[in-house]
């Protein structure tokens, strides 16, 4: 007599390991790498350069004749 399983039986069964670990680190990495580029992105210092701005404008408001 011959048992019958089912496909979800037998790919359990008959599932790799040493590959799930791989694709485990693998996915782990991935993970790593964008929340590494997105923490290196937030902590980047920008550099605006507000009082030139102000202080252009205000020249030109100084210039302008009257």
């Known amino acids: 007599m011959q048992n019958f399983e089912s496909t979800y039986a037998l790919l359990v069964r008959s599932e790799e390991?040493?590959?799930?670990?791989?694709?485990?680190?693998?996915?782990?990495?991935?993970?790593?790498?964008?929340?590494?580029?997105?923490?290196?992105?937030?902590?980047?210092s920008v550099a605006f350069p507000l009082d030139r701005v102000t202080n252009a404008s205000a020249a030109v408001i100084e210039t302008r004749p009257s």
């Open 17 to 44: 390991k040493k590959r799930n670990v791989l694709e485990i680190l693998v996915y782990a990495l991935f993970i790593l790498s964008a929340v590494f580029s997105i923490w290196q992105f937030a902590h980047q």
